[in-house]
């Protein structure tokens, strides 16, 4: 099965929850397991607002979040204008109030990284995206459906 979205957002905090929702429901839809959707959405999380604190917008003050599912894992997107720095882990400390985004995706993700061009750059992220294993006779419903 493979599964593929892309939005287009405004560039404000409020897409985040937007994001959030659209990537869910796509990937539930494609029968993605419960836990990989939240990690799923969580680095979507993370990305888009270090994007949004960290970066400029694309033309049209928007930024794009993008996914697509496959073979077991999920690759997620973030594309902003750029920024004057590039994305790296912070290591922050036990006391710090942020910068701990890009370690969670760490965490999280199998791989990730940052691609730039003249339009600005990307962060993507892969994920474990497991399906949802059926029952025997939801199995059986599904083939007789064909």
């Known amino acids: 099965m493979r599964a593929a979205g892309t939005v287009l957002l405004p560039w404000a905090p409020a897409s985040v929850a937007v994001a959030r929702r659209r990537l869910a429901a796509d990937l539930a839809a494609a029968g993605i397991f419960d836990a990989a959707v939240g990690d799923a959405v969580l680095v979507v999380s993370e990305l888009l607002s270090n994007a949004i604190r960290h ?26 204008g750029g920024g004057p720095t590039m994305p790296v882990r912070a290591h922050a400390t036990v006391s710090a109030l942020g910068g701990r985004g890009l370690d969670i995706v760490e965490y ?32 059986a419903s599904a083939v007789g459906r064909r």
């Open 108 to 139: 999280l993700a199998w791989r990730w990284g940052v691609r730039s061009d003249d339009s600005g750059q990307t962060v993507w992220a892969v994920l474990a995206a497991p399906a949802v294993r059926k029952t025997g006779r939801e199995a």
């Open 55 to 80: 970066a400029r917008p694309l033309p049209g003050a928007n930024v794009q979040v993008a996914w697509a599912v496959g073979e077991g894992a999920v690759e997620v997107a973030v594309s902003d």
